[in-house]
């Protein structure tokens, strides 16, 4: 199946590596011209540059930090009317929450609630008038099934979605999508980082840690990053356009509920 949106243009957010990587490399495949947001200049080069070889196609890399004001004017200076729109940064730490004070709960905000919100109030009235626009958010499986020790990420997540559920009944009667992609387990350099940290803490390996996770998960594996970017890309597609205000669940079944 073809999806149609060759030749539209994606911002793609938190993009150099991960998931956030794995949505361009897809959208590029369909023939997605792509600015790319990372904060290190000479990774996000090096995924640019590497698209650029495969699919063929134009893409801008602009090196900022998308939780930031200052970060959010760079990448909109750069591509002020995208087609669109793939929002994602960082995950707030875990901890707990009697240690999160006021200044730790608006950092986990901006960073995983109003940075999104902003970036969809900087671009959707623009594709609501052009009657094309699709707005995906990466946020998480916690948004489902809260995990304890990431309360920042449940809070915040929890916000977004929220929001997005009212908003995106407004926009789709003008082919203007907004969705929500929910992570479970995949496989990026985030999730074997933390896989390294509950390695200190068991004295096991990484690669058992990993296993570990992979024999809980009722698909016995954890997700490929390639997976995640070819559902988004869905999302992005114009046979979409029926489809809004829906949090998408990428879990391999962990989730046990019916719905
Ligand atoms: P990752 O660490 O592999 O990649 C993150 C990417 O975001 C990198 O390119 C990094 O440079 C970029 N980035 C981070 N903060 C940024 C910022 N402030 N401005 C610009 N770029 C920034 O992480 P990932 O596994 O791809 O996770 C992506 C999102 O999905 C995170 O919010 C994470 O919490 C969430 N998530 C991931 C998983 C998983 O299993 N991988 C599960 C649940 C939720």
């Known amino acids: 199946m073809k999806l149609g949106i060759d030749g539209r243009h994606a911002l793609v957010c938190a993009s150099s590596r991960g998931l956030g990587r794995a949505c361009a490399v897809s959208l590029a495949r369909e ?23 495969e699919s063929g196609v134009r893409v801008t890399a602009v090196a900022a930090d998308i939780t930031t004001p200052e970060g959010r004017a760079a990448v909109l200076a750069a591509c002020p009317s995208p087609d669109i729109l793939v929002n994602n940064a960082g995950g707030p730490p875990p901890g707990d929450f ?25 671009t959707v009235d623009a594709m609501m008038e052009r009657g094309f626009g699709r707005i995906v958010n990466i946020t998480s499986g916690a948004v489902k099934a809260p995990i304890d020790i990431l309360g920042l990420s449940n809070g915040a997540r929890s916000g977004l979605t929220g929001f997005v559920a009212g908003l995106a009944r407004t926009t789709v009667a003008r082919n203007v999508t907004i969705n929500n992609l929910l992570p479970g387990p995949f496989e990026t350099d985030r999730l074997r ?53 829906q949090n998408l669940l990428m879990d391999g079944g962990v989730y046990p509920g019916t719905f």
């Open 98 to 122: 009697r240690d999160w004070n006021r200044d730790i709960w608006l950092a986990a905000l901006d960073a995983n609630m109003l940075t999104p919100i902003e970036l969809i109030r900087a």
């Open 193 to 245: 980082d933390t896989a390294g940290k509950w390695a200190q803490k068991s004295g096991r390996s990484v690669e058992q840690e990993l296993d570990a996770r992979r024999a809980a998960n009722p698909a016995r594996r954890l997700g490929d990053p390639a997976e995640f970017g070819d559902a988004c890309a869905y999302l992005c597609s114009a046979q979409a356009g029926f489809i809004t205000g």
């Open 31 to 53: 023939g997605c011209e792509l600015t790319l947001v990372a904060r290190t200049a000479a990774t996000l080069e090096a995924t640019a540059e590497a698209i650029r070889a």
